[in-house]
């Protein structure tokens, strides 16, 4: 089963709206990665927040961490058509684990 | 991407014929990943490596076997192509395992008919 899940799993706004998705997981995390994914191709890694990190940005992005709702949210400010993309949760679990574990995705459009 | 490439990008092929797509890294990184992304599924990992020689079973192991014989190479075999492994491919390279992002390639879609 999915450790971590997205939502919305699609989500339509204008542009220069705020964007924020949400993410849910089960076990406890070293740390939280955000994708995008365009349509058509490959992921793309845009932030990381360890378990220790309540709160990260990069340009636009800010990423919230809640472990004790295992949660996560991202926000992207001010949206261009051009964020138009999926965007994916993953967490790197707690227990030696050496990989990722993804979740649904959530869709998102920004309409020009 | 920058630093890995998969091949081929796109193939069509029958039941029953083994299929091997390749993943190219220039990166040095240890890690390196096959996972499948389905509709309704997300991406679900296949099968991972931590060094040459050293691979692992992920989540749907199950008709797929991987060799990497050299740091730069992961190659994904599937043994006996069934319609249900018609999907999209992805390879992805991480030079520390939980410290850092992943790097994908763009995919191999594969359809098995």
């Known amino acids: 089963s999915q450790q971590g899940e997205e939502d919305p799993q699609a989500l339509s706004i204008q542009e220069g709206e705020n964007a924020t998705m949400n993410c849910s997981y089960k076990?406890?995390?070293?740390?939280l990665q955000w994708y995008r994914q365009n349509s058509g191709r490959g992921l793309v890694h845009l932030i990381l927040i360890r378990s220790n990190e309540r709160e990260k940005h990069s340009g636009r992005l800010r990423v919230t961490l809640d472990t004790s709702k295992k949660s996560s949210s991202l926000l992207i400010t001010a949206s261009r058509a051009a964020d138009t993309a999926s965007y994916f949760c993953a967490t790197d679990v707690t227990g030696g684990s050496e990989k990722l574990v993804f979740g649904k995705g959530t869709k998102l459009t920004v309409n020009p | 991407d920058a630093g890995i490439t998969q091949s081929p990008r796109h193939k069509v092929t029958e039941t029953g014929t083994p299929v091997t797509l390749r993943c190219h890294q220039t990166e040095n990184h240890r890690y390196m990943y096959w996972y499948r992304q389905d509709p309704g599924h997300g991406l679900r990992l296949i099968h991972y490596s931590y060094g040459v020689k050293d691979t692992d079973k992920g989540e749907v192991s199950d008709g797929y076997s991987v060799s990497r014989s050299k740091t730069e190479d992961f190659l994904l075999t599937l043994e006996s192509a069934t319609s249900s492994q018609t999907s999209v491919y992805f390879c992805?390279?991480?030079?520390?395992?939980?410290?850092?992002?992943?790097?994908f390639g763009s995919g191999t879609r594969l359809t098995v008919v």
């Open positions: 992805a390279i991480s030079e520390s395992q939980g410290h850092y992002g992943y790097t």
């Open positions: 076990t406890s995390i070293n740390n």
